[in-house]
């Protein structure tokens, strides 16, 4: 079974920064797109940052020069570094990866089939 577990996250000030990461197993397609979700209440669940098998990073707007997205398939990990964070970054945030290839690999939750249960980041003014 595929499994992602997320970790990382926690209560910060706002400017300050976060590392989460998410742990793989169960999972082989290394140049599938793998990516970083979030979700507030009452917010649709949104693309925070992608990476394909090329190392490519295609960010949210919102987030475009203060996150980075990496991976280690070695260490079979998935990053997100957050730096100088907002109290609008507060919400739930997932991993999640792709089960087939694709062209390009984009922000839309419909192109991942594997989640991790999520780790809380909340950002306070």
């Known amino acids: 079974q595929v499994q992602l577990v997320e970790s990382g996250g926690g209560s910060v000030r706002a400017g300050g920064s976060l590392r989460l990461s998410c742990a793989v197993s169960?999972?082989?397609?290394?140049?599938?797109?793998m990516g970083w979700f979030r979700q507030s209440p009452g917010k649709q669940r949104e693309g925070v940052a992608i990476i394909d098998g090329d190392g490519l990073t295609p960010l949210a707007d919102s987030v475009k020069g203060r996150f980075t997205i990496s991976k280690d398939n070695a260490k079979n990990t998935l990053y997100l570094q957050m730096n100088g964070l907002k109290p609008e970054d507060t919400a739930m945030y997932y991993c999640?990866?792709?089960?087939?290839?694709?062209?390009?690999?984009?922000?839309?939750?419909?192109?991942?089939?594997?989640w991790g249960q999520g780790t809380q980041v909340t950002v306070s003014s």
């Open positions: 169960g999972y082989t397609y290394s140049r599938y797109c």
């Open positions: 999640a990866a792709a089960n087939r290839p694709q062209l390009f690999c984009g922000l839309g939750a419909a192109e991942y089939a594997y």
